[in-house]
């Protein structure tokens, strides 16, 4: 709608010069035409095309920056604002004393002139100087923000992580700190807390409890470890999901994206984002067992075939032993015979010592 009427009033106006214009003409101009009344429509014809396609073009540049500042960091905006304020009144201040000057009336165009081009140089200076050397004000607007931690030296971009909900609720972080790979600090979004928050008050009891684990497992690493963990309040209205939020955050800080969700992983590889999939971390640390190898497993339950047992490893790797529903509810020493990766997993193929047997 602001679009149509941009472009309206610019073919309206135009269209009035245009029309009125004929009026400038001299007069012996106007003598020689028999239908003024149709050049006044002919000329506002004229104008008004040229009109509406300057306002398109006026509407195309203010859609730009309209965007340009939507993506804007509110704490740049703030800056750029004062620093604004601050080079105009400087203008006024300083461009002031040139009204007082005697100067002939063949030059009068010059006070108007330097006003406005002084204001202008001053106005971009402010802002520039803003940007430059106003992080000292970001901090004191929020020191919560981004900018903010990166100016304390708080925040490092390049080692900074950005953590999901589901890696929260996963609960591995925690043992992530402890062991002490985990390096740099860890941001959790304030859009990722309120997801969690909304798990934990979900209606369904096995959801709810994963909520509350979640949030649990969040302030005892937050406790343990306050200098790290770091709550930020940023927040994008115009991006609906939460995905899409940690997306355009991590992207915003260079930091990394530490999450468990194989398709949030995808999408943000694919723009770019870098990843830490904590499953692909435990795939990477898991034990690779040889045709050979000994294991000590209970056996939990009978396989397809009759005469299989079903076992699992610490880290849930299934092991399917041959000859093993004997064994079932008892631990026994098996041997590998081959392993499986699948898309579901690994699967291990054994069968159980010679002794087991005895």
Same mark, same amino acid.
């Given at each position: 709608?602001?679009?149509?009427?941009?472009?309206?009033?610019?073919?309206?106006?135009?269209?009035?010069?245009?029309?009125?214009?004929?009026?400038?003409?001299?007069?012996?101009?106007?003598?020689? +035409?028999?239908?003024?009344?149709?050049?006044?429509?002919?000329?506002?014809?004229?104008?008004?095309?040229?009109?509406?396609?300057?306002?398109?073009?006026?509407?195309?540049?203010?859609?730009?920056?309209?965007?340009?500042?939507?993506?804007?960091?509110?704490?740049?905006?703030?800056?750029?604002?004062?620093?604004?304020?601050?080079?105009?009144?400087?203008?006024?201040?300083?461009?002031?004393?040139?009204?007082?000057?005697?100067?002939?009336?063949?030059?009068?165009?010059?006070?108007?002139?330097?006003?406005?081009?002084?204001?202008?140089?001053?106005?971009?200076?402010?802002?520039?100087?803003?940007?430059?050397?106003?992080?000292?004000?970001?901090?004191?607007?929020?020191?919560?923000?981004?900018?903010?931690?990166?100016?304390?030296?708080?925040?490092?971009?390049?080692?900074?992580?950005?953590?999901?909900?589901?890696?929260?609720?996963?609960?591995?972080?925690?043992?992530?700190?402890?062991?002490?790979?985990?390096?740099?600090?860890?941001?959790?979004?304030?859009? +990722?807390?309120?997801?969690?928050?909304?798990?934990?008050?979900?209606?369904?009891?096995?959801?709810?409890?994963?909520?509350?684990?979640?949030?649990?497992?969040?302030?005892?690493?937050?406790?343990?470890?306050?200098?790290?963990?770091?709550?930020?309040?940023?927040?994008?209205?115009?991006?609906?999901?939460?995905?899409?939020?940690?997306?355009?955050?991590?992207?915003?800080?260079?930091?990394?994206?530490?999450?468990?969700?194989?398709?949030?992983?995808?999408?943000?590889?694919?723009?770019?984002?870098?990843?830490?999939?904590?499953?692909?971390?435990?795939?990477?640390?898991?034990?690779?067992?040889?045709?050979?190898?000994?294991?000590?497993?209970?056996?939990?339950?009978?396989?397809?075939?009759?005469?299989?047992?079903?076992?699992?490893?610490?880290?849930?790797?299934?092991?399917?032993?041959?000859?093993?529903?004997?064994?079932?509810?008892?631990?026994?020493?098996?041997?590998?015979?081959?392993?499986?990766?699948?898309?579901?997993?690994?699967?291990?193929?054994?069968?159980?010592?010679?002794?087991?047997?005895?």
């Amino acid at each position: 709608m602001l679009d149509a009427i941009i472009i309206f009033s610019f073919i309206l106006a135009a269209a009035g010069v245009g029309f009125f214009s004929i009026d400038l003409l001299p007069d012996g101009a106007l003598s020689r +035409v028999s239908n003024i009344e149709a050049l006044r429509f002919v000329t506002a014809a004229f104008a008004a095309i040229i009109g509406g396609a300057i306002g398109l073009r006026i509407q195309t540049g203010y859609r730009r920056l309209e965007a340009q500042v939507r993506d804007m960091a509110p704490e740049a905006i703030v800056t750029r604002a004062i620093g604004l304020i601050v080079g105009l009144l400087l203008a006024n201040l300083m461009l002031a004393p040139l009204f007082l000057l005697p100067i002939p009336p063949d030059f009068g165009f010059i006070k108007p002139l330097v006003a406005v081009v002084g204001s202008i140089v001053l106005a971009y200076t402010g802002m520039n100087l803003a940007d430059s050397h106003g992080r000292g004000l970001i901090r004191f607007i929020n020191p919560n923000s981004v900018g903010a931690l990166v100016v304390e030296g708080t925040l490092k971009p390049a080692g900074t992580k950005v953590l999901d909900t589901s890696c929260i609720i996963d609960g591995r972080i925690e043992a992530l700190l402890e062991t002490g790979f985990l390096e740099g600090a860890i941001i959790v979004p304030q859009f +990722v807390l309120q997801e969690l928050q909304q798990v934990a008050d979900a209606s369904k009891d096995q959801k709810r409890v994963r909520g509350r684990r979640g949030l649990e497992i969040l302030n005892r690493i937050r406790e343990t470890y306050p200098e790290r963990i770091i709550i930020n309040s940023s927040d994008y209205d115009d991006i609906a999901t939460v995905d899409a939020k940690l997306v355009k955050f991590a992207q915003e800080i260079n930091g990394t994206l530490l999450t468990n969700d194989y398709n949030l992983s995808k999408v943000a590889s694919v723009q770019k984002v870098p990843v830490l999939n904590v499953n692909d971390l435990v795939n990477a640390v898991r034990p690779s067992y040889l045709p050979g190898d000994n294991i000590d497993i209970k056996i939990l339950k009978e396989g397809k075939e009759p005469s299989q047992g079903i076992g699992y490893l610490d880290d849930g790797t299934m092991v399917v032993v041959e000859e093993g529903s004997p064994f079932v509810g008892g631990e026994v020493r098996v041997i590998v015979t081959s392993a499986l990766q699948t898309s579901a997993g690994r699967m291990i193929f054994a069968k159980p010592q010679a002794s087991a047997f005895a």
